[in-house]
């Protein structure tokens, strides 16, 4: 099972970042999909998830609007584009796969890719 992700870097408040997953090794598209952060000092929270047709998608509060969560089972990818972004986006975002729900955490993690908002 492998999860990378790719797509973090530092941005201008107000900017864009395309975050992508890449999966390989598992069913993909057999599984939930979520995209979750971690800031400095607080604990890790999901961003994003979508179910394995993408017939259900959901956000968290401060993503609703500005994120938009997308997944390619012929790629075995999701995606996360974020527009608008604030300094307190500023995390590392992580790739998860599994679970029973968009809000449970699933069984496989990416490394891990960081966001800075700042200007």
């Known amino acids: 099972v492998q999860l990378v992700e790719s797509g973090g870097g530092v941005v201008q408040p107000g900017g864009s970042l395309r975050l992508s997953c890449a999966a390989s090794?598992?069913?993909?598209?057999?599984?939930?999909a979520r995209w979750s952060r971690q800031a400095p000092g607080k604990e890790r929270e999901v961003v994003a998830g979508i179910s394995q047709t993408g017939g259900v998608i959901a956000y968290n509060d401060f993503a609703l609007g500005r994120f938009t969560i997308s997944r390619d089972n012929a790629k075995s990818s999701v995606d996360l584009q974020m527009n608008s972004l604030k300094p307190e986006d500023t995390a590392v975002y992580f790739c998860?796969?599994?679970?029973?729900?968009?809000?449970?955490?699933?069984?496989?993690w990416g490394q891990g890719t960081q966001v800075t908002v700042a200007s």
């Open positions: 090794g598992f069913a993909f598209s057999e599984y939930i």
């Open positions: 998860n796969i599994g679970g029973s729900g968009i809000w449970d955490n699933g069984d496989y």
